[in-house]
């Protein structure tokens, strides 16, 4: 397979330009460790003092997985989009059904990082500008004093009274709010801050990649630099107390300090922590999204997964360790490090810093934000746009502008994240089962590409791979599949009851999209592109070499995900 790239190629127009090498997609997907600032207090709340373990075994997780992720995308060195696009590949020739659903979940996982990250850089905004004031502050004191005699509540309560009455009015503000079943939804000052974020990150992403890769570059640097030094600096100044690693038994129940047992509902816990983790550690495999864009993909593509891989693997393991470390389970259950707000100060505490540090680390925590908004757009434009190149999805997503910018499908992103923004601003419930549901499509992309390996290994073995992964690897892989639907159906309904049916038939809102777009606008024919890519010639069938080991996998990968969810109750 030749991956040489003739530079008429780089500027073709109504085509993603071969403008970047590995080192800027590995600056693209540079945001992913910075999604561990999403859910390092949730988790911690879900499994206590086993938090730092779930990180490092969900990244090792990751990790592995990643070599089959690696192999699938050297194989197709003209599409972009990531592995679920090169796995739908895998599963055309069994299910056509099966093909663009492995698409939409993993457009649907990582597309409200950009709502999520909105509405956690928002809170950082508020708290800098209106911010509520502490329950300890000179103004509470000085107004329980000027006020309290007045009040006819009991003295424990009078804090809370100065606060809400202190708490400046744009807390409280809302233009609109209302309840859809689940979740509230509410337009609230974070709504506005946060789509203003939004706004700014799509027109980074309008340059195109490579102006993308550019400004990730020194944003990355300054977000991941100081990551590491907080990551590091407490074990070198010995402020990890290591006592907070102790007893390694999950909690009795969620977001209370008391340890449990190592039965039935703490290890449903415990696999709740481990499904949520995947979220953020599995994420650096947005690395191949970009096959198309590299000018040389054949080298390029398995450096790009690599290293990206590697600097989660440290920050990953490193970071949620020294958290836990410092702050003790009781100081990880604090609400402003459960809804995020918070972990900009706890980090300033950690490195021994003032005011000055913290000031700093938040402005350093809004820049991380936003290299994980720049990050899930480009990825999740990147799969929209080929899901429609490939007949997957609705034809008018298969535009990009001049600058080589999948812009139809940026506005997409844009306008679906504005709604997921309402709910995610409304409060930390919303937050949580939007994590959640998103997380319950990234389990069933990671569970079709994962055997999408070993099925490429059989229908197009024949086919030259730029990076082979050992065998066992591709192995471990499949196996960790199933793991995965044990954790989503295990899991999912520890951070919300309705979390794994909500998940489910989103997933499911796919089907009746791809039969519009395939069999009335396509007519029933895929086209000759995507048939090309898989060696297949016009008028040709597709070679089904795997006999009915697709459909065995198929069932067997439901009825894990049941049986789990059926066993597991905490």
């Not at 592995?83 to 059904?97: D, L, T």
């Not at 000085?142 to 007045?150: L, V």
């Not at 402003?336 to 003032?354: E, K, L, N, R």
Request: glycine fraction near 10%.
């Amino acid at each position: 397979m030749s991956t040489t790239v003739i530079s008429s190629e780089i500027s073709e127009p109504g085509k993603l330009h071969r403008s970047i090498n590995w080192t800027g997609a590995f600056w693209v997907a540079s945001g992913v460790p910075a999604l561990v600032l999403f859910s390092i207090g949730g988790i911690a709340g879900t499994v206590g003092t086993l938090a730092f373990a779930v990180w490092i075994v969900s990244m090792i997780m990751g990790f592995i997985q990643s070599f089959t992720y690696a192999e699938i995308a050297g194989l197709f060195p003209n599409k972009s989009g990531g592995a679920s696009i090169y796995g739908a590949s895998a599963w055309v020739r069994y299910a056509k059904p099966i093909a663009p659903l492995s698409v939409w979940c993993n457009w649907f996982a990582w597309s409200p990082v950009l709502s999520l990250g909105c509405s956690i850089a928002a809170a950082y905004i508020l708290n800098a500008l209106a911010p509520v004031p502490a329950v300890d502050s000179a103004s509470v004191i000085d107004w329980i004093a000027a006020n309290g005699a007045t009040l006819t509540v009991p003295d424990a309560e009078k804090a809370a009274a100065a606060v809400s009455a202190l708490t400046p009015s744009i807390r409280t503000w809302t233009l609109f709010q209302t309840t859809l079943g689940p979740v509230s939804l509410s337009l609230n000052a974070a709504f506005f801050i946060g789509a203003i974020l939004m706004l700014v990150t799509f027109a980074v992403q309008h340059r195109g990649i490579l102006g993308t890769a550019k400004v990730q570059k020194y944003i990355g640097l300054v977000v991941i630099i100081p990551m590491v030094i907080v990551g590091v600096v407490p074990l070198v100044t010995g402020g990890v107390n290591w006592s907070n690693f102790s007893p390694l038994v999950p909690l009795a129940t969620a977001y209370a300090p008391e340890p449990g047992a190592w039965n039935i509902a703490g290890w449903t816990l415990v696999l709740g922590g481990m499904f949520i983790a995947a979220w953020s550690t599995y994420g650096f495999e947005t690395a191949v999204c970009y096959t198309s864009e590299f000018r040389d993909p054949g080298k390029d593509t398995f450096k790009a997964i690599f290293f990206s891989g590697l600097l989660c693997l440290a920050l990953f393991s490193l970071v949620p360790f020294t958290f836990q470390g410092v702050l003790g389970l009781d100081g990880m259950l604090a609400t402003p490090i459960v809804d995020g707000s918070g972990v900009a100060a706890a980090m300033a505490h950690m490195v021994g810093g003032g005011a000055f540090i913290e000031s700093l680390l938040v402005m350093l925590m809004i820049l991380a934000l936003m290299l994980c908004l720049m990050t899930a757009m480009a990825g999740s434009s990147r799969t929209l746009y080929q899901g429609s190149v490939d007949g997957w999805l609705p034809k008018y997503l298969s535009h990009v502008n001049e600058h080589g910018a999948p812009t139809r499908a940026m506005w997409t992103d844009l306008i679906v994240n504005l709604v997921v923004l309402a709910i995610a601003c409304a409060d930390a419930t919303s937050f949580f089962f939007i994590l959640a549901v998103s997380n319950c499509g990234y389990i069933i992309f990671n569970f079709l590409n994962l055997n999408a390996g070993w099925l490429h290994r059989i229908d197009s073995g024949h086919i030259a791979r730029p990076y082979r992964a050992p065998t066992v690897l591709l192995a471990l892989g499949g196996i960790f599949a199933f793991l995965n639907a044990v954790f989503m159906g295990a899991g999912a309904k520890v951070w919300n009851p309705m979390a794994l049916w909500a998940g489910i038939i989103t997933a499911a809102l796919i089907i009746p999209v791809f039969f519009y777009r395939h069999y009335i606008q396509d007519r029933g024919q895929f086209p000759a592109q995507m048939l090309e890519d898989l060696g297949v010639k016009p008028g040709e069938t597709m070679n089904r070499k795997a006999g009915i080991l697709p459909y065995l996998t198929l069932i067997a990968g439901v009825a894990v995900v049941f049986l789990s969810n059926w066993f597991f109750s905490a």
